[in-house]
């Protein structure tokens, strides 16, 4: 898995995960499913933010479960 995948079946496209993150690593426009920029990796601070705000728990990070 990458750092972070998005399910594109359950994710409602609201940006919400694009809008908390304290580093731009997750690249997002309206209607669109979010994705990880180029060099996410190496710049994401694994807070938790974007797993924690996703109404649908469609957001799934390599280092940390939704519970």
């Known amino acids: 898995m990458d750092l ?8 409602n496209r609201d940006g919400l995960c694009a809008a908390v993150r304290p580093i731009a690593i997750i690249d997002w426009e309206q209607g669109t499913v979010p994705a990880p920029v180029a060099g996410a990796e190496d710049h994401c601070i694994r807070c938790g ?4 705000i996703c109404p649908t728990g469609s957001l799934s990070h390599r280092e940390m479960t939704v519970e």
């Open 4 to 11: 972070f995948a998005v399910d594109p079946q359950t994710c």
């Open 49 to 52: 933010h974007c797993v924690a």
